[in-house]
């Protein structure tokens, strides 16, 4: 999609000043990559607020995840923190046009459920921790997702499997509190 970063609003300044960071997070060296999730977490997402910034970001990883069938542990765990997040109404003017800043990124997100649920079989560490984390809010909007982490646990062993049930512990119960309608209070709501 293209976006003109440079009109894209973040926590503190413009989105294309995160180029230089969404490329280390991505195809950078561990340190770099650490650090690069710090400064993206900070503009785009911070303390779970998202901010426009979020859009483009969630974008330029999906590019990558489709370019390369997988992503390096921090580009998930930014995903699943921006899948989390919520915008209270900010909105994104988007190049086909303005969305709710959290609809707009979970949409795209939940559009790339193939590629994803594809990338899980290689992912190790880290990578498959964050990956889970972010099916397991997945878990809340897709039952694709939780039948997807129902064959993961089925399938594997040892500590991938609990990280595994773990997530799928999540998705149900965000699912059923969706369901009801009764949405327990977030940490930040307490």
Known sequence: MGWDWSSVPTATGRASELAPYLD???EGEEPRRDKAFSFIYG????QGDLYAGAAPVVDRILAFLRAQGSLPE???LILHEIFRGAS???TVRAPDGEYGIEEYCRRQILGEMAIISR???GLTGNAFFYCMLLF???GEYSPEVRAILEQEVSTSTGERRQ????????AVELAAERASG?????DDQR
């Open 163 to 170: 990280v595994a049930s773990d997530a799928l512990e999540v």
């Open 74 to 76: 921090y580009a998930w």
């Open 182 to 186: 009764v949405r327990e209070p977030s």
């Open 43 to 46: 503009k785009v997402v911070n």
């Open 24 to 26: 280390a997070l991505l």
């Open 119 to 121: 990338s899980i079989a």
């Open 136 to 138: 397991g809010s997945m």
């Open 88 to 90: 209270y109404g900010r």
